[in-house]
Nanobody, 121 residues
Framework: VQLQASGGGLVQAGGSLRLSCAAS????????MAWFRQAPGKEREWVAA???????VVADSVKGRFTISRDNAKNTVNLQMNSLKLEDSAVYYCAAAAGITTPGSTEYDYWGQGTQVTVSS
């Protein structure tokens, strides 16, 4: 499975961005999907995940501001980010898992290349 993330950019604090991740080379509906992020000098952080059945969960740090969704017909997973904060600046990665995942798990089988999100004051 190949994953291609897009939608990153520069945005002011309080603004919004929508990230998308396009999957190819596999049966998208069979994969659990997730978004992670990594800021300079920090470890990769789990942000949100969505199961094959559409049930999703987000990290406490982004709860109420970020939403993850998937479109199995278009083989995409999206991350809607609202009320962005300076600390949301990071490279955002999408990932796919063939098996069952738990919130916060990093055990994903496939990873995209990342898209940069920069939040300015």
């Amino acid at each position: 499975v190949q994953l291609q993330a897009s939608g990153g950019g520069l945005v002011q604090a309080g603004g919004s961005l929508r990230l998308s991740c396009a999957a190819s080379g596999g049966t998208f509906s069979r994969y659990a999907m997730a978004w992670f992020r990594q800021a300079p000098g920090k470890e990769r952080e789990w942000v949100a995940a969505i199961r094959r059945n559409g049930i999703f969960v987000v990290a406490d740090s982004v709860k109420g501001r970020f939403t993850i969704s998937r479109d199995n017909a278009k083989n995409t997973v999206n991350l809607q980010m609202n009320s962005l904060k300076l600390e949301d600046s990071a490279v955002y990665y999408c990932a796919a898992a063939a098996g069952i995942t738990t919130p916060g798990s990093t055990e994903y089988d496939y990873w995209g290349q990342g898209t940069q999100v920069t939040v300015s004051s």
